[in-house]
């Protein structure tokens, strides 16, 4: 085991997490109320093809009914990258929109944030962000378009944060971005959005919101705000992915692991520097895999890896088990058994469902793995010398194989 000490203990935290947060049977429905809030009546949609495929841009025409909104314009070609960033942006002026809802997952949640943040810096190009002697990403003007993102699919834990990320595939990087200006003004989650959810994307988002509030929960020590998010987060999942898998038509478990995700998202995300977060990055850059399916698989080595008699490793057993099985634990074993119901939830997940559970499975090659070892090391901005390593990267990676 790893003892990794006290030395990155937080002395002081901040946190700000402005967005509002709608769910239920029928949050669609407060659609109209919360763009009038803003003054808006002429969105511009972004979506993928996902979204418009199954019905669920139908289901937001639906939503809004009342005449004095018009849907101006949408954008349904997203693949993630800065052309749709800058044909969003495009689009929004021409046709003068003044907001902007992001239907879709992972790739839409992120152009729909950036566009927003070149809209309120007047940018017309993704390509300025490259030059920070002409543009300053965080100097921005009096605009501030409102934002409103409609999660179906996988939710990534991104959505109510101050951050946003594009993968340049031409210069073969992520860039990333943490503002303010970056967070949605609300979120719906809404059944609707959710019907067409089957064991297998459950299982990826359910693991993906446990992996994340546990590094929030964990990564976190004094920012008792961020592992509020990160506790409710994990006893969601605990308590109702396995229930939502064998249920999916009831909607109350579906909405259950959304709002999970987003929860852990906004503490996973409050943590600075993240060894876990950047190799996640990079192998899905390097496979161009599903970021959620990178971070199931590799946490629970992770975790593992990291586990050592610190207080906050005996504390996760809390949310994880409840207070019962906290109270009836001996101290010292708090930790391992904390490990042992992490292993075990995930078999029994794995059993569900033909989740990869391996990085073979998604196509990785232990030949890549010295390279990506040393770009998640130059990536890595955290002064953690036991993880900014490059025999532990490769160990971790190998692990995971």
């Known amino acids: 085991m790893m003892n990794t000490g006290t030395k990155n203990l937080q002395k002081t935290f901040s946190f700000f997490c402005p967005t509002k947060l709608l769910g239920g049977s029928d949050a669609l429905d407060n659609l109209p109320f919360e763009l ?44 993630g990258s800065p052309v749709d960033c800058d044909q969003v942006v495009k689009k929004f002026k021409e046709l003068d929109c003044d907001c902007i809802i992001g239907l879709g997952g992972f790739e839409v949640i992120n152009v729909a944030k950036v566009a927003k943040l070149m809209l309120d810096q007047n940018l017309s190009a993704f390509d300025m962000f490259r030059y920070d002697s002409v543009v300053k990403r965080n100097s921005y003007g009096n605009s501030d378009v409102a934002l409103f993102l409609l999660p179906c699919g996988i939710p990534s834990g991104i959505e109510a944060t101050t951050r946003a990320r594009i993968l340049d595939e031409e210069a073969n990087l992520f860039y990333n971005f943490d503002s303010r200006r970056a967070c949605a003004t609300a979120i719906f989650l809404d059944k609707r959005l959710t019907d067409i959810m089957p064991a297998k994307a459950l299982a990826v988002s359910g693991l993906n919101a446990l992996a994340m509030g546990l590094i929030g929960f964990i990564e976190n020590p004094d920012n008792m705000i961020a592992q509020s998010y990160a506790t409710a987060a994990i006893n969601s999942v605990m308590t109702t992915l396995l229930p939502a898998m064998r249920h999916n038509a009831d909607a109350s478990y579906r909405l259950a692991i959304y709002s999970a995700a987003i929860n ?138």
């Not at 890896?305 to 207080?311: A, F, G, K």
């Open 36 to 79: 009038k809030e803003k003054g808006a009546s002429r969105p511009l949609v972004v979506m993928d093809e996902f979204s418009q495929r199954l019905g669920y841009f139908r289901e937001v025409k639906r939503a809004i009914k009342d005449g004095d909104i018009l849907i101006a314009a949408t954008y349904s070609a997203v693949t």
């Open 264 to 401: 852990a998202g906004v503490a996973y995300y409050n943590a600075g520097g993240n060894i876990f977060r950047d190799t996640v990055t990079e192998i899905a850059m390097h496979y161009k895999a599903d970021p959620a399916q990178v971070a199931e698989i590799l946490f629970p080595h992770y975790y593992r890896s990291r586990m050592n008699e610190e207080r906050i490793f005996k504390g996760v057993l809390m949310p994880l088990a409840g207070e019962d099985v906290y109270a009836s634990t001996n101290f010292n074993a708090r930790d391992k058994v904390a490990l042992d119901t992490i292993e075990q939830f995930w078999d029994k997940v794995s059993e569900l469902t033909s989740i990869p559970t391996t990085l073979s499975q998604i196509g990785a090659m232990q030949a890549d793995f010295p390279t990506i070892a040393q770009a998640v090391i130059e990536r890595y901005r955290g002064e953690d010398a036991d993880v900014k390593n490059f025999t532990y990267i490769t160990d971790l990676l190998e692990k995971a194989f």
